[in-house]
Structure formats: structure tokens, C-alpha cells
């Protein structure tokens, strides 16, 4: 790095060494990882059984209320993408046929939770959404929800839009994860922690919202509620370069630094003090006819997470009260039984206490339980077995830019893959000691991601941390649990609110 661009990244606040290490990424790529199998029910992925489901749910029911519970929430940026095809008609001549998607979300206008706002908006503009309809003015209408001097929904975060219908209410996504809470999230204290990760232009918004729909749920349950928020730290961004890797200018000089995606969350995730985080994507909510299931589910793979915690604890406090044979044996099972870890044959050559302090390493890490769910459609990114570095066998969710899909055999495994990860996840983040881990320890920075985008009409390279849930949790001990489809629900286009997992 040039001293003027050296200079350039200290006047911007940021870390030179950090640019610097970005900037040979962007030149060397990221490896791929080694494939060893997806993760399949029987390898890999548990399938609880009935009795299994309620052992689970048991044992979390039992210990949840003597423990920090928080409901991790992600829910940063517009919704804008939910809306690129209305805002493509906007664009054109009006004609539906022309436009698939709107004529579709014309035609059921009056089942969106948001038609009663969006009704009233457009009377206190002397006309209501019958009246444009009966007139072709569908330009009105869709305007009426996006513009700012509307509804506003194509700059607000999706957290923030009316999702369901109710006989009393229409609820947001942010109303929906309090009542989530309620039924599967009371900690010590009886308190429901939710901690949102917001952009800083909504975070006031999410708090106007929350203010208004708490007093009710307070009311109706008893129960008390902490509800944090936090906004992704400007120094986890990441330089943008030029396509021959050099750093990218902007118009005025300054360097251009991007959000480094979700994986730049993993330091709030790491700000969060609790014995339990449950982690759930903003906009993967159904109503409350639908909430049973992930009820039972959340609770299932809390309780088996508090089970193979204890196991793992005990294991360590063994190897730390005497290595014998005994503990070292004891620990092994636990590492090959509980994490379906494999010791590679240079370690178990070793002497008994290399041996031990290998496992004890192996075993003193965050734990994670993940849901999957069965894939759908086409096989993609999801749950792997991996080789690390030291021959270990491990369990990781690996995106399909972190495979290589030019190499016969791990194409295959991909292909043969039968579940992906919806974002359903339950962590422990404290150590045998009941001290917190410092979860950047056990991120793997080879896996990243490079992206193409462009700036000003020019072309640019863009670089995001390792995912939250892919590389930036690759050196936690996880487990994969099954779970059903219909906890999986996200919107991913306003048309999708038509699905029935969303209609009242």
C-alpha cells in the first residue's frame, strides 16, 4: 500500500493493516474448502423423533427461566428489493399486462395486511384504492405505497412493513418476533430480550413501533421485556477496488468503503452477554395459527444444545482435574459422539497430554445448533462436512461461492446435498467457566466472499466478511437438527405476503 493511500485510509477512520490484508484478498481470491459429504439425517443431521422432541423441549422448559435468554434479530436495510418490480412499473406505461407481478398484486390488493394504510392514504388524497381501481390508475396505487409522501414502504427496512392481517390488528415483522418471544424466549427474571441489528436512519422508526404494540403484550402476559438494539460498526466495512485490485476513488478522492455484509454483524453478535442467543432472519415470521411448530422446534434445539453443553462441560472439567486415560477417553467420546469429530491419526499418536490438550481445544469453542430444512428446489449452499487443516473432520454451512463447482467430486456433493440452512439458529457463547468467548477468535477470515457491483457507472470489486452463520461461526461445535418447511417462511417479494403461510 502507496503511503497516499495509507494516509487516505487513517483520515477515513479505518484500520491500515485491515485494508491492507483486504487488498490481498481481493488479489489471492479465498480458497475453497475441502468437501468430505453433506450433512444427511443419520450423518450429520439429527431427525428427533417424538420422544426425542419432547426430551428436548423438557429439558429447555426445566433451565430457561434460570438463564440469559436473547432473541438475536437481524433486520438491517430497506426493503426496496421486496418492491424491484413495482417500482419497474412505476417506471413503464401502466400497463398491467405488461407486468405479470403487478397485475398479480392488483388483483389481490385487499388481502396485503397493508391495504387499510395504504386505503386511507390515498382518500386523504381524494381518492381511494376502489376508486383507482375502477379507473385503471394502478399507478396510483402502487405509488401510494412506495413514495415517501405515501406509505413509504420502498425505503423502510422489511422489520417495519404490515405482514399479517389480524380481526383486532395488522402486525409488522418486529411486533411478530415479540410475540415469538413470548412463546419460546422468557429468560431469568421472566424478561424477554430481543436485540434488533437496525440501519441508523430506522432505528428510531423500530422504536416508535415497538413503543406502541409493548404495552399490550406487557399487559396480556405479565411478563417483562429488554429490547436493545445496535447498528453494524462502520470499521468492520471493507475497501471496494478497482477490477485490477487497486483501492477505488471516489469523485472527490476519498476512498470507497462498503457494508461488508452479514458476517460484519459477528461483532454485535459478540457484544451480546447471554448464556442462550436464538438467531432468526426479520422477515421469516407467520402468524400466530402457524407458531406452534416453531415453538416446539426453537424450544427442542435450545434443550439440545443445554444437553450437549453439559456433556462437553464435563468432559473439560475432567481433562482439567486429572488426564488419565479415563478423562481422555471420556473426552473423546464426547468430541466423536456429540460433534461427530474425527481425530486425525497424527493426533491420536500423540502422547496423552498432547492428546488432551488437543481435545480440550476441540471442545472449548462456541456451540451452535442449527435447523435445516429439506431443500425445495435446486440443491445450493447448506450443511457440509468438511476437512480442516489438521485432518479433522468438522460440520460447517458452506455457500456455493465456497465450493468448487469445477472440481468433479465436489460438485457432486453439492449436488448431492438435501437440506439448507434457513437462518434458524440457537448459541451458546459462554465457556465452561460461564465466561463469554470472544466469537472473533473463531472466525475463519479464508472464507469471504467477492463480489462484482458498480459506483458512477464504474465497474468495482466489493469483498464481504465471512458470513454470520457460514465462516465467521466455521471454528464453533455444531449440530444440525431437521426441522420442518413451514418454520421456514420468508418474504422475499411483497407477492410472497399472498402465500397462505401468510394470509390470516
Known amino acids: 500500500m502507496d503511503s497516499v493511500i495509507f494516509e487516505k485510509v487513517k483520515d477515513q477512520g479505518m484500520n491500515p493493516e485491515t485494508v491492507a490484508q483486504q487488498i490481498e484478498n481481493f488479489k489471492n481470491g479465498f480458497p475453497f474448502l475441502k468437501i468430505i459429504a453433506p450433512a444427511t439425517p ?28 436473547v432473541k438475536f434479530v437481524p433486520a438491517s436495510g430497506a426493503a426496496s428489493r421486496m418492491f424491484k418490480d413495482l417500482f419497474s412499473f412505476l417506471e413503464g406505461n401502466g400497463d398491467l399486462e405488461k407486468s405479470p407481478f403487478t397485475k398479480k398484486f392488483i388483483q389481490n390488493i385487499e388481502k396485503f395486511a397493508f391495504y387499510e394504510d395504504l386505503d386511507l392514504y390515498l382518500q386523504s388524497q381524494g381518492t381511494g384504492i376502489n376508486a383507482c381501481l375502477e379507473k385503471g ?39 411478530e418476533h415479540l410475540i415469538e418471544g413470548v412463546q419460546y424466549a422468557v429468560g431469568k427474571g421472566n424478561t424477554v430480550k430481543i436485540h434488533f441489528t437496525v440501519s441508523p436512519e430506522h432505528e428510531e422508526k423500530f422504536k416508535s413501533e415497538i413503543a406502541a404494540v409493548l404495552p399490550e403484550i406487557k399487559g396480556e402476559t405479565g411478563l417483562e421485556f429488554d429490547i436493545s438494539y445496535s447498528q453494524q460498526k462502520k470499521s468492520t466495512d471493507t475497501i471496494a477496488v478497482n477490477m485490477d485490485n487497486t483501492p477505488f476513488e471516489e469523485e472527490d478522492g476519498s476512498l470507497l468503503f462498503r457494508p461488508a455484509g452479514h458476517g460484519a454483524l459477528l461483532e454485535n453478535l459478540n457484544d451480546i452477554k447471554a448464556d442462550l442467543i436464538f438467531i432468526k432472519n426479520i422477515d421469516n415470521v407467520v402468524p400466530d395459527r402457524l ?69 480440550k481445544d476441540k471442545l472449548n469453542r462456541p456451540i451452535r445448533v442449527c435447523g435445516m430444512v429439506k431443500n425445495t428446489g435446486e440443491p445450493g449452499g447448506g450443511p457440509f462436512w468438511i476437512e480442516e487443516k489438521d485432518g479433522s473432520h468438522s460440520l460447517q454451512i458452506l455457500e456455493t461461492a465456497q465450493i468448487d463447482l469445477n472440481e468433479p467430486s465436489s460438485k457432486a456433493q453439492m449436488m448431492a446435498s438435501t437440506h439448507f440452512n434457513p437462518v434458524d439458529l440457537v448459541c451458546g457463547t459462554k465457556d465452561y467457566h460461564g465466561y463469554n468467548f470472544d466469537l472473533l477468535k473463531f472466525r475463519d477470515m479464508q472464507t469471504g466472499f467477492i463480489t462484482e457491483k458498480s459506483k458512477s457507472g464504474r465497474d468495482l470489486k466489493a469483498l464481504e466478511l465471512p458470513g454470520l452463520w457460514n465462516g465467521a461461526m466455521a471454528g464453533w461445535n455444531t449440530l444440525f437438527v431437521e426441522v420442518p418447511l413451514i418454520t421456514f417462511n420468508p418474504v422475499k417479494t411483497v407477492n410472497d405476503l399472498l402465500r397462505e403461510e401468510h394470509q390470516g
Open 42 to 69: 443419520g450423518n450429520g443431521i439429527k431427525v428427533l423423533g417424538d420422544e426425542e422432541l419432547a426430551h428436548y423441549q423438557s429439558i429447555y422448559s426445566q433451565i430457561a427461566t434460570q438463564k440469559e435468554v
Open 137 to 175: 390508475d394502478y399507478k396510483k396505487i402502487v405509488s401510494g405505497l412506495l413514495s415517501e409522501e405515501g406509505l413509504g414502504y420502498g425505503s423502510l427496512p422489511k422489520g417495519l412493513l404490515r405482514f399479517h392481517r389480524y380481526s383486532t390488528e395488522n402486525r409488522t415483522p418486529a411486533h
Open 291 to 359: 407458531k406452534p411448530t416453531t415453538k416446539e422446534f426453537k424450544m427442542a434445539i435450545a434443550g439440545l444444545l443445554l444437553e450437549a453443553q453439559g456433556r462437553i462441560f464435563d468432559a473439560i472439567r475432567g481433562l482439567d482435574e486429572n488426564i488419565s486415560h479415563q478423562s481422555v477417553a471420556e473426552a473423546a467420546q464426547v468430541y466423536s459422539e456429540i460433534l461427530g469429530g474425527k481425530i486425525p491419526t497424527t493426533e491420536s499418536a500423540q502422547s496423552l497430554h498432547e492428546l488432551a490438550r488437543y481435545l
